[in-house]
């Protein structure tokens, strides 16, 4: 199994940034697919997840009308679309994976109910 998130950089605040991560070894539409994150010296923290065919999604407050994720499941592929982007978004970001037949957001906004994670990649947000 391989989750690989691209996509991260360094921008300015207010700018935008377009993540993605590629799937592999899994039934990718049998999983809710998530995005966190993980600031140095913190935990890391829920940001977004997306339900198996997309109906549905589920955001942190922090990025709520910023933040847009997206899935295409003929292309294994999880987006996270970023806007607005403000220093407090700095942060390696991680896709993961939640093999679950029910969408609970207690359940996953919860990092350690994820089953597979992606490698992280960096997002700098300068002020």
């Known amino acids: 199994v391989q989750l690989q998130a691209s996509g991260g950089g360094l921008v300015q605040a207010g700018g935008s940034l377009r993540l993605s991560c590629v799937a592999s070894?899994?039934?990718?539409?049998?999983?809710?697919m998530g995005w966190f994150r993980q600031a140095p010296g913190k935990e890391r923290d829920f940001v977004a997840a997306?339900?198996?065919?997309?109906?549905?999604?589920h955001y942190a407050d922090s990025v709520k009308g910023r933040f847009t994720i997206s899935r295409d499941n003929a292309k294994y592929t999880v987006n996270l679309q970023m806007n607005n982007l403000v220093p407090e978004d700095t942060a390696v970001y991680y896709c993961?994976?939640?093999?679950?037949?029910?969408?609970?957001?207690?359940?996953?906004?919860?990092?350690?109910?994820?089953?597979?994670w992606g490698q992280g990649t960096q997002v700098t947000v300068s002020s």
């Open positions: 070894g899994i039934t990718f539409n049998n999983y809710i």
């Open positions: 993961a994976a939640y093999l679950t037949r029910t969408w609970h957001i207690a359940s996953i906004s919860t990092a350690r109910k994820y089953d597979y």
């Open positions: 997306i339900t198996w065919r997309g109906g549905n999604t």
